[in-house]
């Protein structure tokens, strides 16, 4: 046979809400075959050769598809539809029982977006390699599927893809190539803020083995992320709370035990960002926090889920467009409590803008003054040893803010009998303890460590002192007592 053509043909698929596609029930179900048992027959050799045919080429063109899955349903009530126009397609050299066919296939997804696929299969084996370019499809069309399980609002993206694909009986499915994502933008629909977005994310060197179950990226880039991190009322965080835990939970299949499948492997050797932007509000009090990480730059790399070696963290940005933070070191992404390394900086911090904070856990505004930050969190085998350095330079605390969570303490002494004579306070405090141990809490411990170094500073005041000019803290005492008392006055309503 020469050629067959179908032109402008139009099918509508749709899968209702029972599972059941339209198109099987076109066909009449096969009559039942007699079972070999109840045959009394004897088998006789068949050596009629197999039905042998050839076309040497087939064309569908200008061809409308449409499938429409009624099973997944958007908030809106519309469920998920996806539509192929102009749809193009030829195979020629096709032959059954065996051949080797030529596929082109050449069609838009939605608007704009377009599918161009060039290949080969064999047959009867069914081996597939082909050439699959995506271009500019609209993800706008999959909001039914993220209605179903998150309230995620995708407002906008588009995806780009270019694939060297191959399917055989000995490797399995294998796929190289690169794939990006444009002008993502994700909204929670609960509040209509958008919550992350980014100019563009490319991943290039995309390696897939379906027999070594690995799936590598050779490179990640990033570039303009802009992700929006806040606490609610109710301390909830507003990433965590993106699935919708119900609707999660009831599509989710029933386990079967005798399926021993081994999660999929996944590298990343370098996840690259660029000109990232972070903010950071908290309205879980009044009046509330909120702060912006910009300029954000940096890699992270040797990524892998096989748990063997550890991820190199390097990330630069600013805080409040002036003041540089940084958090390098390295980790162990699915085991972080068995090997971490993380150091965070923050340099030059405006402290004005942690008023806050510091109303709610110490009840006093802040008047003026910068600080300098650094942390570093070693963990070995479930053992935390961090280091705290805290450098406050020309502090002043402003009016008493009324709070409950605030401690009685005598923060006005102990700021003053800490500074040095350049106005600096440098306080540095390490933090110790076991992570399986659930009496331990990391920020309660230093923030019993903070309390106890102010009490300790208030009890014996001279013991500061003499740490700061140099001297006996027992004959500063006995010599300058009565001097220090309206000292202290005079120094309190100062500051």
Same mark, same amino acid.
């Given at each position: 046979m020469q050629s067959v053509t179908l032109d402008a043909p139009t099918v509508d698929a749709l899968l209702d809400k029972d599972g059941q596609l339209n198109l099987l029930g076109l066909l009449k179900p096969m009559p039942e075959q007699p079972n070999d048992a109840d045959t009394e027959t004897d088998s006789v050799e068949d050596d009629t050769p197999p039905f042998a045919i050839t076309i040497d080429e087939i064309r569908v063109e200008d061809?409308?598809?449409?499938? =429409?899955?009624?099973?997944?349903?958007?908030?809106?009530?519309?469920?998920?539809?996806?539509?192929?126009?102009?749809? *193009?397609?030829?195979?020629?050299?096709?032959?059954?029982?065996?051949?080797? !066919?030529?596929?082109?296939?050449?069609?838009?997804?939605?608007?704009?977006?377009?599918?161009?696929? *060039?290949?080969?299969?064999?047959?009867?084996?069914?081996?597939?390699?082909?050439?699959?370019?995506?271009?500019?499809?609209?993800?706008?069309?999959?909001?039914?599927?993220?209605?179903?399980?998150?309230?995620?609002?995708?407002?906008?993206?588009?995806?780009?893809?270019?694939?060297?694909?191959?399917?055989?009986?000995? =490797?399995?499915?294998?796929?190289?190539?690169?794939?990006?994502?444009?002008?993502?933008?994700?909204?929670?629909?609960?509040?209509?803020?958008?919550?992350?977005?980014?100019?563009?994310?490319?991943?290039?060197?995309?390696?897939?083995?379906e027999k070594d179950n690995r799936f590598s990226i050779k490179e990640l880039l990033l570039s303009g992320p802009d992700v929006r991190?806040?606490?609610?009322?109710?301390?909830?965080?507003?990433?965590?709370?993106?699935?919708?835990?119900?609707?999660?939970?009831?599509?989710?299949?029933?386990?079967?035990?005798?399926?021993?499948?081994?999660?999929?492997?996944?590298?990343?050797?370098?996840?690259?960002? !660029?000109?990232?932007?972070?903010?950071?509000?908290?309205?879980?009090?009044?009046?509330?926090f909120a702060t912006e990480v910009v300029n954000l730059q940096g890699d992270i790399?040797?990524?892998?889920?096989?748990?063997?070696?550890?991820?190199?963290?390097?990330?630069?940005?600013?805080?409040?467009?002036?003041?540089?933070?940084?958090?390098?070191?390295?980790?162990?992404?699915?085991?972080?409590?068995? *090997?971490?390394?993380?150091?965070?900086?923050?340099? *030059?911090?405006?402290?004005?803008?942690?008023?806050?904070?510091s109303g709610r856990f110490a009840g006093y505004a802040i008047r003026k003054g910068r600080m300098n930050l650094d942390l570093n969190y070693r963990i070995q085998e479930h053992l935390l040893k961090a280091t705290n350095r805290l450098v406050l330079d020309q502090l002043q605390l402003g009016n008493t803010v009324d709070s409950d969570e605030a401690p009685d303490l005598p923060l006005r002494l102990a700021i003053a009998l800490l500074k040095d004579r350049n106005g600096k306070i440098d306080v540095d405090l390490p933090i110790q303890g076991d992570l399986d141990n659930p009496e331990f809490a990391y920020w309660g411990a230093v923030a019993k460590a903070l309390m106890n170094m102010v009490i300790n500073i208030a009890a014996a005041p001279f013991n500061a002192l003499a740490s700061l000019v140099g001297g006996d803290a027992e004959q500063m005492e006995k010599s300058h007592f009565y001097r220090a008392i309206p000292c202290y006055h005079r120094i309190n309503r100062k500051y």
């Open positions: 061809g409308l598809f449409g499938f =429409t899955d009624d099973q997944m349903t958007g908030r809106d009530g519309k469920p998920l539809s996806i539509t192929l126009s102009g749809f *193009n397609l030829g195979i020629s050299s096709l032959g059954l029982p065996t051949s080797t !066919a030529d596929l082109r296939l050449d069609t838009s997804i939605g608007e704009p977006g377009r599918l161009t696929i *060039n290949g080969s299969v064999l047959l009867p084996q069914g081996d597939v390699t082909a050439e699959v370019e995506v271009t500019s499809v609209d993800l706008t069309t999959l909001q039914p599927l993220l209605d179903q399980l998150t309230w995620i609002q995708l407002d906008q993206g588009d995806l780009s893809t270019r694939l060297s694909v191959s399917r055989n009986s000995e =490797t399995g499915v294998t796929a190289t190539g690169q794939l990006g994502i444009e002008s993502l933008q994700l909204d929670d629909v609960r509040t209509e803020k958008p919550v992350v977005s980014w100019h563009a994310l490319h991943l290039v060197g995309i390696n897939f083995s991190v806040a606490i609610d009322k109710n301390m909830q965080v507003n990433l965590a709370q993106l699935m919708n835990e119900n609707k999660a939970e009831s599509s989710t299949a029933p386990e079967d035990d005798s399926l021993e499948s081994q999660p999929i492997v996944v590298d990343i050797d370098k996840i690259r960002i !660029a000109d990232g932007r972070m903010d950071f509000s908290d309205h879980s009090f009044q009046p509330g790399t040797d990524i892998s889920t096989s748990g063997k070696s550890d991820a190199k963290v390097a990330i630069r940005g600013q805080v409040d467009r002036y003041a540089p933070v940084r958090i390098s070191g390295h980790l162990n992404p699915l085991l972080p409590e068995a *090997n971490t390394d993380i150091g965070l900086s923050f340099h *030059n911090v405006e402290l004005t803008t942690l008023t806050p904070y």
